[in-house]
């Protein structure tokens, strides 16, 4: 089965600053989706940004940005000029590319600073 | 295009009780699942559906039953509530016939067990 790993329980950031969250995945699939969902307060699930596995260039959307690393199975999320609406939890996931089933991280919370 | 909706957004239920919760969405998608979130965790796959009439059991599915006899509606039955089960659940849909594939999440229902 396959697991999805984030080792940052919480991370803290200044407004305007970058945060780097890290997110580590086992499969032995060749062919799979990798995404960021996030989570505020009103616990709505929100996509932040996906990447296909067959890419190699990173995907990005506005300040948001991700460090695909198939090899090393890392897929890292960077949130630059961090904002007081980017504060909430951040979750990795895994989708095979046959299913539509998605395995999460536990999560990382941000917390943004004034 | 009201996206995905779910009802009860709260419920508490007594240990034994047993009860529906629902979920539709408007968009057509052929896949539909059904999450859950305990305090502090990512979301965890309970059960899903490729179609009308085929549904499987994802990673946790002891205790609940799905069916899906339409496209719209993906309702989750809990059998026998037991205290385990508080948690807030999530229904998702998706298509792989869409540009970004992702999973559109419903508000998600807060179920505590007593």
């Known amino acids: 089965a396959q697991t999805v790993t984030q080792s940052q329980p919480e991370m803290s950031v200044q407004e305007a600053e970058t945060v780097t969250l890290s997110c580590t995945y086992d499969?032995?699939?060749?062919?799979?989706?990798l995404f960021w969902y996030k989570q505020p307060p009103s616990r709505q699930m929100i996509l932040v940004i996906r990447?296909?596995?067959?890419?190699?260039q990173n995907a990005t959307e506005n300040r948001f940005s991700v460090n695909f690393q198939k090899a090393a199975k890392s897929f890292s999320l960077k949130i630059s000029d961090s904002q007081l609406g980017d504060a909430a939890m951040y979750f990795c996931a895994y989708e095979e590319a046959a299913g539509n089933k998605l395995t999460f991280g536990g999560g990382t919370r941000v917390l943004v600073k004034p | 295009n009201a996206g995905v909706t779910q009802t009860p957004k709260f419920q508490v239920l007594k240990t034994g009780q047993s009860m529906t919760l629902q979920c539709a969405q408007d968009m057509n998608h052929e896949y539909m699942s059904w999450y859950r979130q305990d305090p502090g965790m990512g979301l965890r796959l309970i059960h899903y559906?490729?179609?009308?009439?085929?549904?499987d059991q994802g990673e946790v599915p002891n205790g609940y039953n799905v069916s899906r006899s339409t496209t719209e509606d993906f309702p989750l039955r809990l059998l026998s509530a037991a205290p385990s089960q508080t948690s807030v659940y999530f229904c998702a849909s998706s298509s792989r016939w869409t540009v970004t594939y992702e999973q559109y999440f419903g508000p998600g229902t807060r179920l505590t067990v007593t």
């Open positions: 559906s490729v179609g009308a009439g085929i549904t």
């Open positions: 990447q296909e596995a067959y890419k190699q």
């Open positions: 499969t032995s699939e060749s062919d799979y989706y």
